[in-house]
């Protein structure tokens, strides 16, 4: 009974962070209308909006008045798995492939303070950086891998920034992180017992579930720079932070009777109803270096990112119960690189046309990829409109669509049930933001 204990435990995996993200890996570059219209292309170099708080600090020298501006980017994944399943009996695995996401709204917020005459900003930011979730059915063909996988963050982050000579300036905020992650999938109890020869058991006869919660606030930085050599030519540098977070909350098992009969029967302690877990899960740090070149009304724009995702190597959840082994998956991901090229046109005092182009790389390698996180290389293509409505009224609206290679997945359990395919997916994103300057 012993070392059925320890077949069980080894036989359940709750790790592996969760989403569909819509940049590379988790992160979340939608945070701004006027930003997504042109790819984020010169997000770092470009106060075309409020936005420039949290995406460079520095360039908030380049704000003329005081504002507000709240806006919401809502994103539609689609997603279909295509490919078969195999229990360690080498059977076919039960339920459905395909997949669609539902909608997703993801909010965004700011404020600057302009005083008149002097050569300091202050701005204060509150944005979702990282997250989103994936969703499958209970039955789904891949349930022992991943059900529920969901990351939330809310980055409340206050900057300031000084032109300390002319064409130049510096900036700088912190930020107070808040993350809440949720991670559930199928247990094969049927394949352990199976395994060791309990009888009455055969994979996919006995399933469980398991899911844990945690949340926890953490503190970041961000630096930023702007350098204006010459009239129409900024090159903006922002760096920030990697935040660590230290996840506390519970984890849940439900087991069927019948395996909750053998559980007892052998005095075995793990799989407890409740149990109180942690985890370590941090946001990688990241530098954006955006260029923008303006040609009287025409403004061409470039970004290259950096994303420091190989700190992301594992996701370990620690049991209070000191029967219940930490639940690992690893992650190996890779740094990745973005790149987006945009232009903006002002075709007169109140109408600015945007357009976009970005290609961005994925950070999961192959061997370890999982339906939580199928990710693939990602290519953008977006367009957007700017409306100065009245004198203190701006409102932007942006249309992006992301096409996302296949992402093969050839991935299988401790209880040996495999999954063997790729998924298929793409991304349909709007924005909307709403400005007052005073």
Known sequence: MRHLAIALCAGTSLAALATTAHAGGFQIRENSAAGMGTAFAGAASDARDLSIVYNNPAAMTQLQRSGAEVGVSLITPSSSYRGTGRDALGRPLTGATDRTGDAIPVPAAFLAYVPEG??????????????????????????????????????????????????????????????????????????????????????????????????????????????????????????????????????????????????????????????????????PQSVDLGLTQEFGPLGLHATVAWTDWSSFQEIRVRFANPAQPDALD????????????????????????????????????????????????????????????TENIALDVAYTHIFVDDSPINVATSTGNRLTGEFKSNVDIVALTARYTF
Not at 121 to 147: C, K, M, N, Q, S
Not at 228 to 254: A, C
Not at 344 to 363: H, L, S
């Open 118 to 283: 002097e050569n300091w900003r202050t701005g204060f930011a509150i944005t979702a950086p990282y997250g989103l979730e994936t969703d499958y059915d209970a039955g789904w063909i891949g349930r022992y891998h991943a059900l529920h996988s969901k990351l939330e963050t809310i980055n409340i982050n206050f900057a300031a920034a000084m032109e300390i000579r002319p064409g130049l300036s510096i900036g700088g905020g912190v930020s107070a992180q808040r993350a809440e992650a949720t991670l559930s999938n199928a247990v094969d109890f049927g394949a352990v017992l199976a395994g060791r020869r309990v009888p009455g058991f055969l994979p996919q006869s006995a399933d469980g579930y398991a899911k844990v919660n945690g949340d926890d606030w953490a503190w970041g930085a961000n630096l930023g720079l702007l350098y204006e050599p010459v009239k129409g030519t900024r090159v903006g540098l922002s760096w920030r932070s990697e935040i660590k977070h230290k996840l506390e909350g519970d984890g849940t098992f439900e087991t069927p009777a019948n395996v909750r009969a053998v559980l007892t029967a052998g005095n075995i302690a793990a799989f407890a109803p409740t149990s109180a877990v942690t985890a370590n899960v941090s946001t």
């Open 330 to 389: 690893e992650q190996h991901w890779k740094d990745t690189w973005f790149y987006s090229l945009g232009a903006t046109y002002q075709i007169d005092p109140a109408w600015q046309v945007r357009t976009g182009i970005a290609f961005d790389k994925n950070p999961t390698r192959d061997q370890y990829r999982t339906p939580r996180i199928a990710d693939g290389d990602r290519t953008w293509l977006s367009a957007g409109l700017g409306w100065q409505a």
